[in-house]
Each structure stands twice: as C-alpha cells, then as structure tokens.
C-alpha cells in the first residue's frame, strides 16, 4: 500500500499550484465582483499548461496519463480551487476535465474527433445538463423528450441549473445531456448525448446566485432542436446508467474543489490565530479555537486521504481491475461528496468567526469560499441526503432505499 504520489503526480500538482498563486488569486475577488466572468487570457494560460488536456488522450490533443486520469484530475482541481476560492474557475474546470472522460468511454469516434481537441485546447467548454424545473436528483421523472428520425433526434424541453450556459454559447461546446426516448419505460428509456449548446431551436436563459459569480448558471428550452445521433455517449435507451457513472467523476473532482478551498481558508485561520493577539494572548492559545481548527484539519486529512482512494478506484476500474465494482466505486465517491461540501463551508465559516468583524468583511477571502462551496451543499452533482442514500443503498442493500425503481446506480 502506497500513499505516495509518484514523481509525475508531484510535479504536476507543484506546477498547478504555482499557477494558482501567481495567477488567480490576485484576481480571484475580481473575477467574483467586477468581471462576472473567467478572462480569456486565464483560459489560455491554462490551455497552454495542458489543464484542459490532463483527462483526454493524446489522439484527441490531450495529455492523458493512461490509467492515472481520475488522479491527475482531481489533484489539478484542489490546486486550482486554492487560488480561485470563489469557486468559479475551479467549477468551469472540474466540468471541462470530467465530462470528458466519459466522452471518451462512451462517445462515437466522429464525436470525439470533432469535440475533445476543442476542449483540451481550451476553447470549448463542456458541461452536464440533467436537472430540470420539476427537481434534480429525480432524474427518472425527467421530461426532455427526443423523438427518433433516423439519423437524428428532434428534442423538446427545459432545463434548469445547469452551469456553463452562456460560456458554451458564447465560446462553443455543450453540454452531455439526459433525455427520454421511450419515455413509457420510465428510467430505463432515457439515453444520455452531448448536445451542442448552439444547436437551432436552443435558448438559454440565467440566474442570479449567491456565489460563484464568475461562471454563468441558467436553464436551456429546446424548441425541435436536431441532435444527430453521432453524439450519443453509450447506447439508446440506456443513458440512465452512463450519466450515473459520469456523475461519479463528477463528484470526485467537485470534491476535490471543495476540499482545496477549505485548505487554503483554514490556512489563512491558522496564520492569523497565530498573530492577532487578544487578552494579551494569541488567539490560537485558546482552546476552543485550536480545538475547533485541529478537528477540521482532522476531518480534512481523512476526507483527502479517501478522495485519493475513490479517484484511485475509478482509474483501476476503467484500467480492467475486476476487483473493484460500482457498488465500492459509489460509496467511496458519495462518502466524499456529502462531507467535503459540509466541511468546506464549515471551516470558512469557523474561519470567519475566527477573524470576527473583519471576517465579515470583503478583506478576507473567506466569504467568498464560503458562498462558492454552498453549491454544492445544496446539491449541485447529488444532494447531501442523496449522497446518503447511496452510502446506505450500497453498505446496507435494497431494504434502505426509499424509492425503488428509480434510484441511482447499475
């Protein structure tokens, strides 16, 4: 057993960081209040670091590491979210980075030919678009309709809260998409495509969050939208199961957002209890505030220690290890999805206690982690109660899902 990143791993990360430092943060707080937006020259500094390129395979102008890309991803997604707490760039990555791999192992070859060198070159963004008006983790009930026509699907319907809305518009790219296709069979008639956000008869529409303000978030509708079928990921009918397994990915890397964020807020926490001196003391000689910082450091210790062991999974599962099932894949991703969200609002919060009424000011960068990291605490990629069920569902069996039939998983 061998906890140790190898050389290649540890070079990436360093270089990762030092980017992160040098780059983002001394426009992290612009890109959240003045830009509302990632600047093009950030997303080509990171195209030509070969941050687009670390999950596509060099046939497709990326720079895979085979076998190693679930590790490469979530260790470039920490380092980014140390620089950009707001959330934002780390959000546009983490979707650029992930949802490619799934286009990898599922799309047609002409897809992957046309798409992947576009994303891995940075100049088209690649998203997730499942949840719609009615509610997000009920994917079984979705009502986003393709009606077949040969070599093509003609879609009706609308989606909601889905991130990257203008940015695929406006620079190009799309989003991987779940639809029905024979909607009388329920879960199980649903197939799972990329759909160009372009497309004729696509509009999209935005939101105004709380956080994250440098990565747009709104809803599609289609109106008889055309989706050749050439960008089918898997196979008609069976979407359900591929988009689950995508979302696994998913989880990981927003997981490693997470958790990079709440590194550098409880970083910034530990320098200065060291220095603001109180009662002629420094802060950190109080017990109920290094107490409280050693349990969070704790807590981030062991959710890293099983983020490396879920991303370590998923890479040996897709290298052919049969050791490994879905079931052991799903409760060490959900296990780090329903806590690092928690955590990482949690040690922004405890940090912004720490530093009392300058905590609530806009000097220290921890507002904006915290607002950012509430996403996914709400539910972005699978809900904290959702995460749950799956723990549950997998550890237990059957007998613990409240809603069988249409619950997450093969």
Not at 26 to 35: F, G, K, M, T
Not at 48 to 66: C, H, R
Not at 329 to 352: E, Q, R, Y
Request: glycine share 10%.
């Amino acid at each position: 057993m061998d906890f140790e990143m190898t050389p290649e791993q540890q070079l990436w990360k360093n270089t990762v960081r030092e980017f992160s430092e040098a780059e983002l943060e001394p426009i992290a707080r612009q890109i959240d209040e003045e830009w509302h937006a990632i600047p093009d020259e950030i997303i080509q500094k990171m195209a030509d670091l070969g941050i687009f390129a670390v999950t596509i395979p060099e046939e497709y102008g990326g720079m895979a590491m085979p076998g190693e890309e679930m590790q490469y991803a979530m260790i470039t997604i920490h380092e980014l979210a140390r620089g950009e707490l707001s959330m934002s760039l780390p959000v546009y990555t983490l979707l650029c980075i992930g949802w490619p791999i799934i286009m990898v192992k599922y799309g047609t070859e002409e897809a992957k030919q046309e798409i992947l060198p576009k994303v891995a070159s940075g100049e088209w963004f690649f998203g997730i678009n499942t949840t719609e008006p009615g509610g997000g983790s009920d994917l079984a009930n979705i009502k986003t309709v393709g009606v077949d026509k040969g070599d093509h699907w003609v879609v009706n319907g609308e989606k909601a809260y889905i991130s990257g809305v203008r940015e695929a518009t406006e620079r190009g790219g799309g989003h991987a998409t779940l639809f029905k296709t024979s909607p009388e069979l329920g879960y199980k008639g649903a197939t799972f495509a990329y759909f160009p956000a372009n497309a004729p008869g696509t509009t999209y529409s935005t939101y105004s969050d709380m956080g994250r303000m440098g990565l747009s978030t709104g809803g599609f509708l289609y109106k008889d939208v055309k989706i050749p079928k050439k960008y089918i990921l898997g196979e008609e009918n069976k979407g359900f199961y591929v988009n689950m397994e995508g979302f696994n990915v998913a989880r990981i890397v927003v997981s490693a957002a997470c958790l990079g964020g709440a590194e550098k807020c409880l970083e910034i926490s530990r320098d200065y209890v060291k220095q603001r001196v109180l009662f002629g003391r420094p802060l950190a000689n109080f017990e109920a505030i290094s107490f409280e910082i050693a349990d969070d450091y704790a807590q981030l210790e062991m959710l890293k220690l099983m983020l490396h062991k879920a991303a370590w999974m998923i890479d040996q599962f897709n290298s052919g290890n049969t050791s490994i099932t879905y079931k052991d894949i799903n409760k060490a991703v959900a296990i780090c999805k329903a806590h690092s969200p928690m955590l990482g609002v949690d040690i922004a919060k405890h940090g912004m206690m720490y530093h009392g009424a300058f905590g609530y000011t806009k000097d220290t960068p921890l507002e904006m982690a915290l607002r950012g990291t509430m996403s996914y605490v709400v539910g972005a990629e699978g809900g904290y109660h959702i995460m749950k069920i799956i723990i549950a569902r997998d550890y237990i069996g059957d007998e613990a899902v409240p809603f069988r039939g249409t619950q997450e998983g093969h």
